[in-house]
Antibody
Framework: EVQLQQSGAELVKPGASVKLSCKTS????????MSWLKQMPGQNIEWIGN????????GYNQKFKGKATLTVDKSSSTAYMDLSSLTSEDSAVYFC?????????WGQGVMVTVSS | DIQMTQSLASLSASLEEIVTITCQAS??????LAWYQQKPGKSPQLLIH???SLADGIPSRFSGSRSGTQYSLKISRLQVEDTGIYYC?????????FGGGTKLELK
């Protein structure tokens, strides 16, 4: 069974950084891309970027370049996203989602709250 | 960026009714379109991919169609568990973009 397990909710101060994780199981991690997505409360879903599990190759939405950095650890089948210089506009739920053409499996989402 | 427009922000329908949700792409995206259902506090679930293909485990009352750059999701007989927000997604080009969502409620 394919599973994507995301790390827990984060409360971070403005200007700080946070690293989110997405631990996978049930499939060959290195054969798929992993995408990260953002959903602000009551709002649309935005695609942040993706990373290939095999070689760590990345693609970013221009809007999130400089904000998000995607990495992988093949040994633990885990994808990571670093978010830097956080502001209130970064408060949102962040999802990881496996790409098999489309986003077929999703993590449960993690709430990031930026507040002093 | 390709804009995906779901003109109806919300929709109310009765049990067993036929429901159609539409999504308009700002340019040709071929069949690179998917539909998702999202329930409160949950992650989106893939319903339809490649514009017309039913995802694994999704009931056959869901179907997708395409006419040019307009895409439709049809629920043939609305059930209680079909309430939620429905999003379209294009993956023809980066950045992948979603429609604004259509909230489906029971009348």
């Amino acid at each position: 069974e394919v599973q994507l397990q995301q790390s827990g909710a984060e409360l971070v101060k403005p200007g700080a950084s946070v690293k989110l994780s997405c631990k996978t199981s049930g499939y060959t991690f290195s054969n798929y891309y992993m995408s990260w997505l953002k959903q602000m409360p009551g709002q649309n879903i935005e695609w942040i970027g993706n990373i290939y599990g095999g070689n760590g190759g990345t693609g970013y939405n221009q809007k999130f370049k400089g904000k998000a950095t995607l990495t992988v650890d093949k040994s633990s089948s885990t994808a990571y996203m670093d978010l830097s210089s956080l502001t209130s506009e970064d408060s949102a739920v962040y999802f990881c989602a496996r790409e098999a053409g489309f986003f077929d499996y999703w993590g449960q989402g993690v709430m990031v709250t930026v507040s002093s | 960026d390709i804009q995906m427009t779901q003109s109806l922000a919300s929709l109310s329908a009765s049990l067993e009714e036929i429901v159609t949700i539409t999504c308009q792409a700002s340019q040709d995206i071929g069949n690179w379109l998917a539909w998702y259902q999202q329930k409160p506090g949950k992650s989106p679930q893939l319903l339809i991919h490649s514009a017309t293909s039913l995802a694994d485990g999704i009931p056959s009352r869901f179907s997708g169609s395409r006419s040019g750059t307009q895409y439709s999701l049809k629920i043939s007989r609305l059930q209680v568990e079909d309430t939620g927000i429905y999003y379209c997604l294009q993956r023809y080009s980066n950045p992948r973009t979603f429609g604004g969502g259509t909230k489906l409620e029971l009348k």
